[in-house]
């Protein structure tokens, strides 16, 4: 496969994963109370309190979490609007800035989730990273062979 087919495909990659990120984020705020969330919310208030957990923890954390959604279809819409642009540029240092985001907003939403002994939210950093972080790289060091050529 040519270099350029790849590109297409990994634009196409980290377009699908900002798309999740705005789904995601625009259902928070309407499921974060749900009674599928329960089990999210025991492991978080299981977290902070190892015995009798406030009456008021569960609507506290599902407030969070739909405060969390807009921030976070927000973001997801700026990364579609830097991915289009970076496409359709070829600037490879456009790329290097989303990584560049992720690698300083990963250690520090990680080292939040270890301050509290919340180890899911430390993998789903993880796994956000590997979906995004490689691809992003790999487009940084093509678009950048592209500009010297």
Not at 123 to 132: G, N, Q, S
């Amino acid at each position: 496969m040519n270099n350029d087919v790849v590109r297409t495909w990994t634009i196409r990659w980290l377009l699908a994963v900002a798309l999740f990120h705005v789904l995601v984020g625009g259902l928070l705020p309407w499921i974060a109370s749900n009674e599928a969330f329960d089990l999210y919310h025991a492991g978080v208030t299981g977290a902070f309190w190892q015995a009798d957990t406030p009456g008021q923890a569960r609507q506290m954390q599902a407030w969070w979490l739909s405060l969390f959604g807009p921030t976070v279809l927000l973001m997801a819409l700026w990364m579609m609007a830097l991915i289009h642009l970076a496409d359709r540029l070829r600037q490879a240092r456009i790329w290097l800035w989303l990584a560049g985001g992720l690698l300083l907003w990963a250690p520090q939403d990680m080292l939040v989730s270890l301050r509290a002994g919340y180890w899911p939210h430390v993998w789903i950093d993880l796994l956000a990273l590997a979906a995004m972080l490689p691809p992003l790289l790999w487009l940084w060091r093509h678009d950048r062979a592209g500009e010297r050529a």
